[in-house]
């Protein structure tokens, strides 16, 4: 079974400083996706940046970059020049392709906070 | 932007009713999810869907029902609500090939 381990309940960085939130996994699939999502406060989450396994170049999407190490099963989110609407809780998200059910498996969750 | 649509979005009841959560897409997706979230938790799969008349449990164990009468509807119910219900619930769904999934606002229910 796939598990996603997000190891940092809580974290916080200044407004435009650089912050990265941690994420590791565990399974057999040698194809798959992985997936950040963000769900600020009492709103939808939302697609942040994904990864395929088999691409070996790291995604990036404007001030958001990961780092996916895909020996290690490591799969770290980058925020660059953070802003204060970047404050809300982050979710790394494991999807396997062998089954074709396209579900997630979320890791705990990371709550991040922006300070002024 | 994903349009896919969850009522009511809060909802607290008494204990016994018999509560149905609604969940629409209009994106012609054939996958749909629900995920039932604590506050502050994660999200873990209670059931799925591949089309219409297609129905899976998911890897968490729920005592709610669902059903896929259209391709765009997708609701959840639950028979008779109880206290360890309360929860947040969300749906999303996913079109085909490497699609991600899109999130609904979720439906925060409070059982008295």
């Known amino acids: 079974a796939q598990t996603v381990t997000q190891s940092q309940p809580e974290m916080s960085v200044q407004e435009a400083e650089t912050v990265t939130l941690s994420c590791t996994y565990d399974?057999?699939?040698?194809?798959?996706?992985l997936f950040w999502y963000k769900q600020p406060p009492s709103r939808q989450m939302i697609l942040v940046i994904r990864?395929?396994?088999?691409?070996?170049q790291n995604a990036t999407e404007n001030r958001f970059s990961v780092n996916f190490q895909k020996a290690a099963k490591s799969f770290s989110l980058k925020i660059s020049d953070s802003q204060l609407g970047d404050t809300a809780m982050y979710f790394c998200?494991?999807?396997?392709?062998?089954?074709?059910?396209?579900?997630?498996?979320f890791g705990q969750g990371t709550t991040l906070q922006v300070k002024p | 932007e994903a349009d896919i649509y969850q009522t009511p979005r809060y909802l607290v009841i008494g204990t016994g009713k018999k509560i149905t959560l609604e969940c629409s897409q209009t994106?012609?997706?054939?996958?749909m999810y629900w995920y039932q979230q604590d506050p502050g938790m994660e999200l873990h799969l209670i059931h799925y869907?591949?089309?219409?008349?297609?129905?899976e449990k998911g890897d968490l164990s729920s005592e709610s029902t669902v059903s896929r009468i259209r391709t765009e509807h997708f609701p959840l119910t639950l028979e008779s609500a109880r206290p360890s219900h309360t929860s947040q619930y969300l749906c999303?769904?996913?079109?085909?090939?490497?699609?991600?999934?899109?999130f609904g606002d979720g439906t925060r229910l409070s059982i008295l």
């Open positions: 399974t057999s699939e040698n194809n798959y996706y």
């Open positions: 999303a769904s996913r079109g085909r090939g490497d699609q991600p999934q899109h």
């Open positions: 990864q395929e396994a088999y691409k070996q």
């Open positions: 994106m012609g997706h054939d996958k």
């Open positions: 869907s591949y089309g219409v008349n297609s129905t």
């Open positions: 998200a494991f999807m396997g392709l062998s089954s074709n059910t396209g579900k997630l498996i």
